[in-house]
Protein backbone atom coordinates (compact mmCIF):
# COMPACT_ATOMS: atom_id res chain seq x y z
CA UNK A 1 0.00 0.00 0.00
CA UNK A 2 1.51 3.27 -0.96
CA UNK A 3 0.58 6.24 1.09
CA UNK A 4 2.17 9.20 -1.47
CA UNK A 5 -0.74 7.18 -4.38
CA UNK A 6 -3.59 7.41 -1.84
CA UNK A 7 -2.68 10.89 -1.04
CA UNK A 8 -2.74 11.84 -4.67
CA UNK A 9 -6.07 10.33 -5.64
CA UNK A 10 -7.41 11.90 -2.76
CA UNK A 11 -6.53 15.06 -3.99
CA UNK A 12 -6.91 14.42 -7.94
CA UNK A 13 -10.62 12.66 -7.26
CA UNK A 14 -11.58 15.63 -4.54
CA UNK A 15 -11.56 13.61 -1.17
CA UNK A 16 -9.03 15.75 0.57
CA UNK A 17 -7.54 19.19 -0.06
CA UNK A 18 -5.11 21.15 1.69
CA UNK A 19 -7.35 23.99 3.70
CA UNK A 20 -6.72 27.43 2.20
CA UNK A 21 -4.07 25.91 -0.16
CA UNK A 22 -4.08 28.66 -2.59
CA UNK A 23 -2.50 30.82 0.52
CA UNK A 24 0.12 28.00 0.98
CA UNK A 25 -2.04 25.65 3.14
CA UNK A 26 -2.34 25.97 6.81
CA UNK A 27 -0.62 23.42 8.90
CA UNK A 28 -3.17 20.18 10.64
CA UNK A 29 -6.33 21.68 8.98
CA UNK A 30 -7.66 19.62 6.11
CA UNK A 31 -11.07 20.33 3.98
CA UNK A 32 -13.23 17.48 2.17
CA UNK A 33 -13.65 17.77 -0.82
CA UNK A 34 -17.10 16.72 -3.11
CA UNK A 35 -16.14 12.93 -2.80
CA UNK A 36 -14.67 13.23 0.39
CA UNK A 37 -17.90 15.08 2.35
CA UNK A 38 -19.86 12.38 1.11
CA UNK A 39 -17.81 9.38 2.15
CA UNK A 40 -16.97 11.10 6.06
CA UNK A 41 -20.95 11.55 6.23
CA UNK A 42 -21.62 8.00 5.26
CA UNK A 43 -19.01 7.54 7.87
CA UNK A 44 -20.63 9.67 10.43
CA UNK A 45 -24.45 8.21 9.95
CA UNK A 46 -24.10 4.71 9.49
CA UNK A 47 -22.50 5.39 13.10
CA UNK A 48 -25.21 7.37 14.19
CA UNK A 49 -28.04 4.63 12.73
CA UNK A 50 -26.26 1.70 14.20
CA UNK A 51 -25.28 2.90 17.78
CA UNK A 52 -28.25 5.58 18.27
CA UNK A 53 -31.24 6.32 16.06
CA UNK A 54 -31.35 2.46 14.76
CA UNK A 55 -30.88 1.10 18.26
CA UNK A 56 -32.85 -1.37 19.20
CA UNK A 57 -34.13 -0.21 23.28
CA UNK A 58 -35.75 -3.07 23.85
CA UNK A 59 -34.01 -6.51 23.27
CA UNK A 60 -30.96 -7.45 24.34
CA UNK A 61 -27.82 -7.49 22.46
CA UNK A 62 -25.50 -10.19 21.31
CA UNK A 63 -22.83 -10.05 24.10
CA UNK A 64 -24.86 -7.20 26.90
CA UNK A 65 -25.40 -7.90 29.55
CA UNK A 66 -29.03 -6.20 29.29
CA UNK A 67 -31.23 -4.33 27.44
CA UNK A 68 -29.96 -0.38 27.24
CA UNK A 69 -31.13 2.51 25.87
CA UNK A 70 -29.29 5.36 23.52
CA UNK A 71 -30.05 8.76 23.51
CA UNK A 72 -27.97 11.46 20.95
CA UNK A 73 -26.67 15.09 22.23
CA UNK A 74 -24.95 17.88 20.53
CA UNK A 75 -23.61 20.37 22.50
CA UNK A 76 -21.38 23.67 21.72
CA UNK A 77 -17.72 23.78 20.88
CA UNK A 78 -17.27 26.75 23.34
CA UNK A 79 -17.95 25.78 27.04
CA UNK A 80 -17.57 27.25 30.57
CA UNK A 81 -13.87 27.51 31.54
CA UNK A 82 -14.35 25.36 34.66
CA UNK A 83 -15.17 22.31 32.55
CA UNK A 84 -11.91 21.94 31.50
CA UNK A 85 -10.19 22.97 34.92
CA UNK A 86 -12.38 20.40 36.39
CA UNK A 87 -12.03 17.79 33.72
CA UNK A 88 -8.01 18.34 34.43
CA UNK A 89 -7.29 19.61 30.39
CA UNK A 90 -6.82 22.97 31.59
CA UNK A 91 -3.84 21.96 33.73
CA UNK A 92 -2.81 18.22 32.66
CA UNK A 93 -3.64 18.34 28.78
CA UNK A 94 -0.02 18.85 27.96
CA UNK A 95 2.49 17.31 25.50
CA UNK A 96 6.32 18.09 26.61
CA UNK A 97 7.93 19.79 23.59
CA UNK A 98 11.66 20.88 22.70
CA UNK A 99 12.77 23.20 19.72
CA UNK A 100 16.05 22.98 18.14
CA UNK A 101 18.41 26.23 18.18
CA UNK A 102 20.43 24.45 15.39
CA UNK A 103 20.33 27.36 12.53
CA UNK A 104 18.56 26.05 9.50
CA UNK A 105 16.44 23.50 11.50
CA UNK A 106 14.72 25.31 14.16
CA UNK A 107 12.34 22.88 14.48
CA UNK A 108 10.02 22.10 17.16
CA UNK A 109 9.26 18.12 18.34
CA UNK A 110 7.26 16.63 20.66
CA UNK A 111 9.23 14.77 23.44
CA UNK A 112 7.72 11.58 22.81
CA UNK A 113 8.34 11.67 19.12
CA UNK A 114 12.04 11.54 19.57
CA UNK A 115 13.70 8.64 19.55
CA UNK A 116 15.29 7.87 22.86
CA UNK A 117 19.03 7.21 20.53
CA UNK A 118 17.84 10.98 20.08
CA UNK A 119 16.73 11.91 23.22
CA UNK A 120 16.75 15.62 24.17
CA UNK A 121 18.72 15.20 27.47
CA UNK A 122 21.94 13.69 25.28
CA UNK A 123 21.76 15.01 22.14
CA UNK A 124 23.48 13.96 19.56
CA UNK A 125 21.33 13.70 16.45
CA UNK A 126 18.68 16.35 15.40
CA UNK A 127 15.52 14.96 14.75
CA UNK A 128 15.32 17.15 11.97
CA UNK A 129 17.64 17.12 8.92
CA UNK A 130 20.64 18.19 10.60
CA UNK A 131 23.71 16.16 12.21
CA UNK A 132 24.25 18.22 15.14
CA UNK A 133 21.55 19.77 17.54
CA UNK A 134 20.93 21.64 19.87
CA UNK A 135 17.65 21.13 21.83
CA UNK A 136 15.74 23.12 24.59
CA UNK A 137 15.17 22.04 27.71
CA UNK A 138 11.33 20.00 27.60
CA UNK A 139 8.36 22.23 28.43
CA UNK A 140 4.86 21.68 28.79
CA UNK A 141 2.60 22.59 25.89
CA UNK A 142 -1.40 23.08 26.57
CA UNK A 143 -2.89 21.49 23.81
CA UNK A 144 -6.32 23.49 23.91
CA UNK A 145 -6.99 26.36 21.51
CA UNK A 146 -7.69 29.63 23.54
CA UNK A 147 -9.88 32.17 22.29
CA UNK A 148 -11.37 35.73 24.00
CA UNK A 149 -15.54 35.52 24.21
CA UNK A 150 -17.07 39.09 23.83
CA UNK A 151 -15.92 42.31 22.00
CA UNK A 152 -14.38 43.54 24.96
CA UNK A 153 -13.16 40.82 26.65
CA UNK A 154 -9.49 40.22 28.50
CA UNK A 155 -7.87 37.05 29.40
CA UNK A 156 -10.51 36.85 32.58
CA UNK A 157 -12.87 36.31 29.28
CA UNK A 158 -10.50 33.40 27.79
CA UNK A 159 -12.45 30.35 26.72
CA UNK A 160 -10.86 27.29 24.81
CA UNK A 161 -12.21 25.39 21.78
CA UNK A 162 -13.53 21.51 22.91
CA UNK A 163 -10.57 19.39 23.07
CA UNK A 164 -12.96 16.57 22.98
CA UNK A 165 -16.49 16.09 22.67
CA UNK A 166 -17.40 13.76 25.60
CA UNK A 167 -17.10 16.72 28.29
CA UNK A 168 -20.74 18.25 27.00
CA UNK A 169 -21.81 14.99 27.63
CA UNK A 170 -20.90 14.73 31.04
CA UNK A 171 -22.41 18.36 31.98
CA UNK A 172 -25.07 17.48 30.42
CA UNK A 173 -26.33 14.15 32.47
CA UNK A 174 -28.75 15.32 34.40
CA UNK A 175 -30.71 17.26 31.69
CA UNK A 176 -30.42 14.35 29.54
CA UNK A 177 -32.08 11.88 32.25
CA UNK A 178 -34.12 14.59 33.96
CA UNK A 179 -36.02 15.17 30.30
CA UNK A 180 -35.99 11.73 28.32
CA UNK A 181 -37.26 9.35 30.92
CA UNK A 182 -34.16 7.01 30.38
CA UNK A 183 -33.05 4.78 32.51
CA UNK A 184 -29.51 3.47 33.42
CA UNK A 185 -28.08 1.83 31.59
CA UNK A 186 -27.92 4.23 29.26
CA UNK A 187 -25.32 5.86 26.46
CA UNK A 188 -25.48 9.41 25.34
CA UNK A 189 -23.54 10.03 22.04
CA UNK A 190 -22.25 13.01 20.16
CA UNK A 191 -20.54 13.39 17.17
CA UNK A 192 -18.34 16.93 16.67
CA UNK A 193 -15.52 18.66 15.94
CA UNK A 194 -12.71 18.90 18.30
CA UNK A 195 -9.64 20.70 18.23
CA UNK A 196 -6.18 20.10 19.51
CA UNK A 197 -3.00 22.14 18.74
CA UNK A 198 -0.76 19.90 17.89
CA UNK A 199 3.24 20.44 18.07
CA UNK A 200 3.40 18.36 15.10
CA UNK A 201 0.18 17.79 13.09
CA UNK A 202 1.29 15.09 10.33
CA UNK A 203 0.45 11.90 8.27
CA UNK A 204 -2.24 13.38 6.51
CA UNK A 205 -5.22 14.22 8.54
CA UNK A 206 -4.12 10.90 10.87
CA UNK A 207 -2.72 14.13 13.72
CA UNK A 208 -5.27 17.17 12.82
CA UNK A 209 -5.80 20.27 14.71
CA UNK A 210 -9.07 20.11 13.91
CA UNK A 211 -10.93 16.89 13.57
CA UNK A 212 -14.42 15.23 14.57
CA UNK A 213 -15.10 12.59 17.05
CA UNK A 214 -17.59 10.17 17.48
CA UNK A 215 -17.86 9.59 21.33
CA UNK A 216 -20.64 7.50 23.59
CA UNK A 217 -20.36 7.65 27.35
CA UNK A 218 -22.33 4.73 28.33
CA UNK A 219 -23.28 4.68 32.16
CA UNK A 220 -24.16 2.14 34.26
CA UNK A 221 -24.21 0.28 37.51
CA UNK A 222 -20.76 0.11 38.48
CA UNK A 223 -21.16 -3.70 39.47
CA UNK A 224 -21.85 -4.46 35.92
CA UNK A 225 -19.22 -1.71 34.56
CA UNK A 226 -16.43 -4.81 33.87
CA UNK A 227 -18.91 -6.63 31.59
CA UNK A 228 -20.31 -3.26 29.86
CA UNK A 229 -16.74 -2.35 28.79
CA UNK A 230 -15.94 -6.14 27.68
CA UNK A 231 -19.17 -5.43 25.29
CA UNK A 232 -18.34 -2.47 23.83
CA UNK A 233 -14.60 -3.00 23.33
CA UNK A 234 -16.08 -5.65 21.23
CA UNK A 235 -19.02 -4.72 20.11
CA UNK A 236 -16.97 -1.49 18.61
CA UNK A 237 -14.04 -3.63 16.79
CA UNK A 238 -17.16 -5.40 14.85
CA UNK A 239 -18.88 -2.26 13.82
CA UNK A 240 -15.29 -1.27 12.00
CA UNK A 241 -15.22 -4.91 10.70
CA UNK A 242 -18.38 -4.67 9.20
CA UNK A 243 -17.98 -1.55 7.61
CA UNK A 244 -14.47 -2.86 5.28
CA UNK A 245 -11.80 -2.98 7.71
CA UNK A 246 -11.92 -6.17 8.15
CA UNK A 247 -8.44 -7.50 7.33
CA UNK A 248 -5.20 -8.31 9.76
CA UNK A 249 -4.56 -4.05 9.43
CA UNK A 250 -7.06 -3.85 12.30
CA UNK A 251 -6.23 -4.60 15.92
CA UNK A 252 -8.03 -4.22 19.18
CA UNK A 253 -4.76 -3.80 21.90
CA UNK A 254 -5.67 -4.24 25.38
CA UNK A 255 -3.56 -1.44 27.45
CA UNK A 256 -1.54 -3.05 30.05
CA UNK A 257 -2.23 -3.10 33.36
CA UNK A 258 0.32 -0.40 34.40
CA UNK A 259 -0.88 1.71 31.29
CA UNK A 260 -4.51 2.60 33.01
CA UNK A 261 -5.34 5.52 35.35
CA UNK A 262 -6.14 4.42 38.86
CA UNK A 263 -10.11 4.47 38.41
CA UNK A 264 -9.92 1.98 35.41
CA UNK A 265 -10.90 -1.60 35.07
CA UNK A 266 -9.51 -1.38 31.73
CA UNK A 267 -8.67 0.80 28.39
CA UNK A 268 -8.56 -1.07 24.91
CA UNK A 269 -7.49 0.87 21.36
CA UNK A 270 -8.55 -0.25 18.18
CA UNK A 271 -5.79 0.27 15.74
CA UNK A 272 -5.37 0.36 12.46
CA UNK A 273 -1.54 -0.42 10.37
CA UNK A 274 -1.72 3.19 8.15
CA UNK A 275 0.84 2.82 5.56
CA UNK A 276 2.56 5.86 6.38
CA UNK A 277 3.88 3.81 10.06
CA UNK A 278 6.87 1.81 9.78
CA UNK A 279 6.28 -1.96 9.11
CA UNK A 280 4.29 -3.40 11.74
CA UNK A 281 3.11 -0.75 13.84
CA UNK A 282 -0.70 0.25 14.21
CA UNK A 283 -2.19 3.97 14.38
CA UNK A 284 -5.27 4.39 16.81
CA UNK A 285 -8.36 4.70 15.47
CA UNK A 286 -10.87 4.33 18.54
CA UNK A 287 -10.03 4.00 22.38
CA UNK A 288 -12.79 2.10 24.47
CA UNK A 289 -11.88 3.56 28.05
CA UNK A 290 -13.25 2.46 31.47
CA UNK A 291 -13.49 5.93 33.44
CA UNK A 292 -15.13 4.76 36.36
CA UNK A 293 -17.53 7.31 38.15
CA UNK A 294 -14.44 9.81 37.58
CA UNK A 295 -15.97 12.24 35.29
CA UNK A 296 -19.30 12.53 37.06
CA UNK A 297 -17.66 12.87 40.30
CA UNK A 298 -15.09 15.76 39.14
CA UNK A 299 -18.06 17.61 37.91
CA UNK A 300 -20.34 17.37 41.18
CA UNK A 301 -17.37 17.80 44.12
CA UNK A 302 -14.05 18.63 41.81
CA UNK A 303 -10.75 18.24 43.50
CA UNK A 304 -8.24 20.46 44.89
CA UNK A 305 -4.79 20.55 43.01
CA UNK A 306 -2.25 22.40 45.00
CA UNK A 307 -0.04 23.20 41.38
CA UNK A 308 -3.47 23.84 39.88
CA UNK A 309 -2.55 27.40 37.69
CA UNK A 310 -4.63 29.90 38.13
CA UNK A 311 -6.95 31.95 35.51
CA UNK A 312 -9.73 32.90 34.08
CA UNK A 313 -13.30 32.75 35.79
CA UNK A 314 -11.59 29.68 37.30
CA UNK A 315 -12.35 30.19 41.33
CA UNK A 316 -10.00 30.52 44.06
CA UNK A 317 -10.43 29.50 47.38
CA UNK A 318 -10.40 31.26 50.84
CA UNK A 319 -6.46 30.97 50.35
CA UNK A 320 -6.18 32.52 47.21
CA UNK A 321 -4.99 29.48 45.17
CA UNK A 322 -7.59 28.37 42.55
CA UNK A 323 -9.87 25.73 43.78
CA UNK A 324 -10.81 22.69 40.93
CA UNK A 325 -14.48 23.13 41.89
CA UNK A 326 -16.99 20.85 40.96
CA UNK A 327 -20.47 22.53 40.05
CA UNK A 328 -21.97 21.18 43.49
CA UNK A 329 -25.16 19.67 41.53
CA UNK A 330 -26.00 16.58 42.27
CA UNK A 331 -25.02 14.00 39.45
CA UNK A 332 -25.76 10.72 41.25
CA UNK A 333 -28.62 8.44 39.95
CA UNK A 334 -31.34 7.04 41.59
CA UNK A 335 -32.85 3.82 40.40
CA UNK A 336 -36.67 3.82 40.21
CA UNK A 337 -37.11 -0.04 41.02
CA UNK A 338 -34.57 -0.94 43.50
CA UNK A 339 -34.32 2.79 45.06
CA UNK A 340 -30.87 2.54 45.02
CA UNK A 341 -28.54 5.35 44.64
CA UNK A 342 -25.32 5.17 42.81
CA UNK A 343 -22.43 7.56 40.75
CA UNK A 344 -22.86 5.60 37.54
CA UNK A 345 -19.64 4.11 36.00
CA UNK A 346 -18.84 5.21 32.41
CA UNK A 347 -17.39 2.96 29.59
CA UNK A 348 -16.27 5.37 26.82
CA UNK A 349 -15.97 4.29 23.06
CA UNK A 350 -14.21 7.32 21.65
CA UNK A 351 -13.38 7.04 17.57
CA UNK A 352 -11.68 9.79 15.61
CA UNK A 353 -14.07 10.69 12.30
CA UNK A 354 -11.15 11.62 10.01
CA UNK A 355 -9.11 9.21 11.48
CA UNK A 356 -11.83 6.22 10.49
CA UNK A 357 -12.18 7.87 6.92
CA UNK A 358 -8.62 7.73 6.41
CA UNK A 359 -8.04 4.04 7.42
CA UNK A 360 -11.47 3.38 5.32
CA UNK A 361 -9.46 5.13 2.52
CA UNK A 362 -6.24 3.06 2.88
CA UNK A 363 -8.08 -0.15 3.05
CA UNK A 364 -10.06 0.74 0.00
CA UNK A 365 -7.15 1.33 -2.17
CA UNK A 366 -6.55 -1.44 -5.03
CA UNK A 367 -4.83 -1.57 -8.18
CA UNK A 368 -5.25 -5.16 -10.04
CA UNK A 369 -6.45 -5.34 -13.87
CA UNK A 370 -9.31 -5.09 -15.74
CA UNK A 371 -10.41 -5.48 -19.78
CA UNK A 372 -10.64 -2.58 -21.30
CA UNK A 373 -12.71 -1.83 -24.53
CA UNK A 374 -10.48 -4.22 -26.60
CA UNK A 375 -11.16 -7.00 -24.31
CA UNK A 376 -6.89 -6.21 -23.34
CA UNK A 377 -6.07 -6.36 -19.57
CA UNK A 378 -4.55 -2.87 -18.25
CA UNK A 379 -3.81 -2.04 -14.72
CA UNK A 380 -7.05 -0.41 -13.03
CA UNK A 381 -6.88 1.95 -9.76
CA UNK A 382 -9.90 0.52 -7.49
CA UNK A 383 -11.36 2.04 -4.14
CA UNK A 384 -13.13 -1.14 -2.84
CA UNK A 385 -15.62 0.96 -0.60
CA UNK A 386 -18.14 -0.57 1.84
CA UNK A 387 -20.67 -0.18 -0.84
CA UNK A 388 -22.66 1.64 2.37
CA UNK A 389 -19.74 4.35 2.80
CA UNK A 390 -18.70 4.41 -0.69
CA UNK A 391 -19.68 8.63 -1.84
CA UNK A 392 -21.22 7.47 -5.33
CA UNK A 393 -23.49 4.70 -4.94
CA UNK A 394 -24.14 3.87 -8.57
CA UNK A 395 -23.26 5.25 -12.27
CA UNK A 396 -25.81 5.46 -15.30
CA UNK A 397 -24.43 5.01 -18.61
CA UNK A 398 -26.17 5.46 -21.92
CA UNK A 399 -23.79 2.51 -24.24
CA UNK A 400 -23.73 5.23 -27.18
CA UNK A 401 -25.52 8.66 -27.41
CA UNK A 402 -28.30 7.45 -29.68
CA UNK A 403 -31.16 5.48 -30.41
CA UNK A 404 -33.25 7.13 -27.13
CA UNK A 405 -30.28 5.75 -24.63
CA UNK A 406 -29.75 8.82 -22.89
CA UNK A 407 -33.47 9.21 -22.36
CA UNK A 408 -33.90 6.55 -20.70
CA UNK A 409 -30.47 6.10 -18.84
CA UNK A 410 -31.67 10.04 -18.01
CA UNK A 411 -34.95 9.03 -16.42
CA UNK A 412 -33.22 6.01 -14.15
CA UNK A 413 -30.62 8.65 -13.49
CA UNK A 414 -33.21 11.04 -12.13
CA UNK A 415 -35.39 7.77 -10.43
CA UNK A 416 -32.09 6.68 -8.11
CA UNK A 417 -30.67 10.41 -8.00
CA UNK A 418 -33.83 10.77 -5.24
CA UNK A 419 -32.81 8.16 -3.51
CA UNK A 420 -28.60 8.68 -3.27
CA UNK A 421 -25.92 10.00 -4.94
CA UNK A 422 -25.45 8.59 -8.05
CA UNK A 423 -23.42 10.09 -11.69
CA UNK A 424 -24.36 10.20 -15.06
CA UNK A 425 -21.70 9.75 -17.70
CA UNK A 426 -22.36 9.49 -21.59
CA UNK A 427 -18.51 10.84 -21.94
CA UNK A 428 -16.14 8.43 -24.01
CA UNK A 429 -15.92 4.44 -24.36
CA UNK A 430 -17.48 2.38 -21.70
CA UNK A 431 -14.48 1.05 -20.65
CA UNK A 432 -13.21 4.38 -19.81
CA UNK A 433 -16.36 5.01 -17.95
CA UNK A 434 -15.77 2.50 -15.61
CA UNK A 435 -12.01 3.27 -14.83
CA UNK A 436 -13.52 6.54 -13.44
CA UNK A 437 -15.82 5.20 -11.38
CA UNK A 438 -13.78 2.40 -10.07
CA UNK A 439 -11.33 4.83 -8.95
CA UNK A 440 -13.75 6.83 -7.19
CA UNK A 441 -15.39 3.60 -5.40
CA UNK A 442 -18.70 3.98 -7.05
CA UNK A 443 -19.80 -0.24 -6.61
CA UNK A 444 -22.27 -0.20 -9.25
CA UNK A 445 -22.30 0.76 -13.03
CA UNK A 446 -25.15 0.45 -14.86
CA UNK A 447 -25.50 0.19 -18.67
CA UNK A 448 -28.24 1.10 -20.95
CA UNK A 449 -27.74 -0.56 -24.18
CA UNK A 450 -29.73 -1.97 -27.05
CA UNK A 451 -31.34 -4.73 -25.59
CA UNK A 452 -32.51 -1.91 -22.98
CA UNK A 453 -35.21 -0.76 -25.67
CA UNK A 454 -36.09 -4.18 -27.02
CA UNK A 455 -36.69 -5.51 -23.14
CA UNK A 456 -36.36 -3.36 -20.44
CA UNK A 457 -33.87 -4.59 -18.84
CA UNK A 458 -29.76 -2.98 -18.05
CA UNK A 459 -26.51 -4.21 -17.27
CA UNK A 460 -25.25 -3.93 -13.72
CA UNK A 461 -21.75 -4.37 -12.97
CA UNK A 462 -20.19 -4.96 -10.48
CA UNK A 463 -16.84 -3.12 -9.45
CA UNK A 464 -15.20 -5.58 -7.51
CA UNK A 465 -15.90 -8.85 -9.12
CA UNK A 466 -16.41 -7.05 -12.37
CA UNK A 467 -19.70 -9.54 -13.48
CA UNK A 468 -22.26 -8.08 -15.05
CA UNK A 469 -25.84 -9.63 -14.76
CA UNK A 470 -29.47 -8.03 -16.46
CA UNK A 471 -31.55 -6.45 -14.26
CA UNK A 472 -35.11 -5.52 -14.89
CA UNK A 473 -35.14 -1.72 -15.38
CA UNK A 474 -38.52 -1.47 -13.08
CA UNK A 475 -36.26 -3.14 -10.44
CA UNK A 476 -33.31 -1.41 -10.57
CA UNK A 477 -33.86 1.49 -7.43
CA UNK A 478 -34.81 -1.26 -5.28
CA UNK A 479 -32.04 -3.79 -6.62
CA UNK A 480 -29.30 -0.71 -5.96
CA UNK A 481 -30.95 0.46 -2.50
CA UNK A 482 -30.98 -3.56 -1.09
CA UNK A 483 -27.29 -3.52 -2.03
CA UNK A 484 -26.23 -0.48 -0.41
CA UNK A 485 -28.26 -0.21 2.47
CA UNK A 486 -26.38 -2.62 4.72
N1 LIG B 1 -12.81 11.56 25.13
C1 LIG B 1 -11.69 10.68 24.94
C2 LIG B 1 -10.77 11.15 23.90
O1 LIG B 1 -10.89 12.23 23.36
P1 LIG B 1 -8.63 10.43 22.58
O2 LIG B 1 -7.96 9.09 22.49
O3 LIG B 1 -7.81 11.61 22.93
O4 LIG B 1 -9.81 10.23 23.61
C3 LIG B 1 -10.33 9.83 20.70
O5 LIG B 1 -9.37 10.73 21.21
C4 LIG B 1 -10.17 9.66 19.21
O6 LIG B 1 -10.17 10.95 18.58
C5 LIG B 1 -8.85 9.01 18.78
O7 LIG B 1 -8.92 7.61 18.84
C6 LIG B 1 -8.70 9.52 17.37
O8 LIG B 1 -9.44 8.72 16.47
C7 LIG B 1 -9.34 10.91 17.43
N2 LIG B 1 -8.28 11.93 17.55
C8 LIG B 1 -7.66 12.36 18.67
N3 LIG B 1 -6.75 13.31 18.37
C9 LIG B 1 -6.79 13.50 17.04
C10 LIG B 1 -6.09 14.35 16.11
N4 LIG B 1 -5.18 15.23 16.52
N5 LIG B 1 -6.41 14.27 14.79
C11 LIG B 1 -7.35 13.40 14.35
N6 LIG B 1 -8.04 12.58 15.18
C12 LIG B 1 -7.77 12.62 16.50
Redesign the pocket.
Known amino acids: MDMDKIVSLCKRRGFLFQSSEIYGGLNGFWDYGPLGVELKRNLKEAWWRDMVAGHDDISTLPGAPSSYEMVGLDCTIIMHPQVWKVSGHYDLFVDKMVDCRTEGCKGRFRVDHIPSSECPLKPSKCPGAHDKCSLTEPRDFNLMFKTIIGALGGEEDAAFLR ?4 QGIFVNFKNVLDSSRVRVPVGIAQIGK ?1 F ?1 N ?1 IT ?1 RNF ?5 E ?1 E ?1 M ?1 IEFFCHPSESRKWYEYWRNRRMKWWQDLGLSGSRLLLREHHADELSHYSIGTA ?1 IEYAFPFLPEGEFG ?4 V ?1 HRGDFDLRSHMEGKLDPNSKPNLQVQLGADGKPVHKGSGRDLTYRDDITNERFTPHVI ?1 P ?3 A ?3 ALAILCEAYHEDSAPDDKGELQTRTVMKFHPRIAPVKAAIFPLVKKDGMPEVAQELYRALKKKFPVQYDEKGAVGRRYRRQDEIGTPYCLTIDGQTLTDQTVTLRDRDTLEQVRVKLADVVSEIEQRVSG
Open positions: PETASREPTFRSRFQEDELEGAESAGDRG
